[in-house]
């Protein structure tokens, strides 16, 4: 039972435009959510957070955006670079304790 | 400062064999928490610890334990490995594991024949 769903396996975009990476929840009761980045071979990076009683969190040029009603939260990236080319997981917990994790979404970003 | 160590970086066991691996979480960190990554899928949460306590169990069979030491460093314990156990493991520490952040070691790649 996928509680956090990316349903995009791949995404490619121009070097210096938005990425926007995609994530459903079933869980009403998740209230923390992460985004991480992944590349081969090596563990996953945290990105940034968001917490349920907020629906907008930036730090540079990652932004997230969460929707409580729909379930849905999204990674903004601007403006995008090579350099994030990798794979791109959302996670959600209740209380932070415990992460589902979606099966993530691989960025390709071409120069 | 060091980030989230892990040990070994990877090993190749036998069916039937016991594996141990390792983690010592970020300077400060009390909560560490385990995660089996397999081929194209998402990290599945195994265990979570803090305080030297188990916070959290996923749905992992017996054959899978974990334990924390008073300096915070961690083991998880798999017995009796199975092809299917072939997998990353990987270990996160956070400050207090609520709602704060969680960074990965590098993992463990571990490889059962």
């Known amino acids: 039972d996928q509680q956090v769903k990316q349903n995009s396996p791949s995404l490619s975009v121009q070097e210096g435009r938005i990425s926007i990476l995609n994530c459903d929840y079933t869980?009403?009761?998740?209230?923390?959510f992460l985004w991480y980045k992944k590349y081969p071979a090596e563990g996953p990076t945290f990105l940034i957070s968001?917490?349920?009683?907020?629906d907008k969190n930036e730090d540079g040029r990652f932004t997230v955006f969460l929707n409580k009603s729909a379930k849905h939260l999204s990674l903004h990236i601007v403006p995008s670079q090579p350099g994030d080319s990798a794979v791109y997981f959302c996670a959600a917990s209740i209380t932070g304790n415990q992460f589902y994790f979606g099966t993530g979404t691989s960025l390709t970003v071409i120069p | 400062d060091a980030g989230v160590t892990q040990s070994p970086t990877h090993l190749i066991k036998t069916r039937g064999q016991h594996v141990t691996l390792r983690c010592s979480p970020i300077s400060g960190h009390k909560s560490v928490s385990w995660y089996q990554q397999v081929l194209g899928q998402g990290p599945q949460f195994i265990f979570q610890?803090?305080?030297?306590?188990?916070?959290g169990r996923g749905n992992f069979p017996d054959r899978f334990s974990a334990r924390q030491f008073p300096n915070y460093s961690s083991e998880l314990n798999v017995n009796a490995l199975l092809l299917g156990d072939s997998a990353l493991y990987l270990c996160?520490?956070?400050?207090?594991?609520?709602?704060?952040?969680?960074?990965f070691g590098q993992g463990t790649r571990l490889t059962v024949v």
């Open positions: 869980n009403s009761m998740f209230d923390y």
């Open positions: 968001i917490s349920s009683i907020k």
């Open positions: 996160a520490s956070s400050k207090t594991g609520g709602y704060s952040e969680a960074f």
């Open positions: 610890y803090y305080e030297k306590e188990e916070r």
